[in-house]
């Protein structure tokens, strides 16, 4: 059994790297939720949330919606533990307001489009 935990090791904190994800645009989408991610060189996944100001105008909103995200991530994390390691940013997209079970579904979605896209890129090569 793997652990399930999200350690600050595993937290996207560089602003390089943060800035190189947005440029780069990779992403897949599981409505209201955008998957940006890029393989990096380190040894662990790094993953960050974003839950934009202009879509949820209340902090307390956003904040609770990111620990939401963050959970959800948690949970599903061995969908993705056999890929090489990334920088994934999860970034609301959505209006709609959600509850955890949505939230939850949309994750596995796109982290199994993830798993999907990363598989196929490795075959082409």
Same mark, same amino acid.
């Given at each position: ?51 934009? &100001? ?9 904040? &609770? ?61």
């Amino acid at each position: 059994m793997t652990k399930q935990g999200f350690p600050k090791a595993e937290h996207l904190k560089s602003k390089k790297a943060i800035d190189e994800l947005f440029l780069k645009r990779q992403s897949v989408k599981a409505y209201p939720i955008r998957l940006m991610y890029q393989q990096n060189t380190e040894q662990t996944h790094k993953v960050g949330f974003v839950v934009p &100001k202009r879509l949820v105008k209340l902090a307390v909103n956003r904040n &609770k919606i990111k620990r939401q995200l963050r959970e959800a991530y948690r949970i599903q994390k061995q969908e993705i533990e056999k890929l090489p390691p990334q920088d994934m940013m999860f970034v609301l997209i959505g209006k709609k307001h959600l509850s955890y079970p949505e939230i939850d579904k949309c994750v596995l979605k796109s982290l199994r489009q993830l798993k999907k896209e990363t598989d196929e890129k490795e075959t082409d090569n």
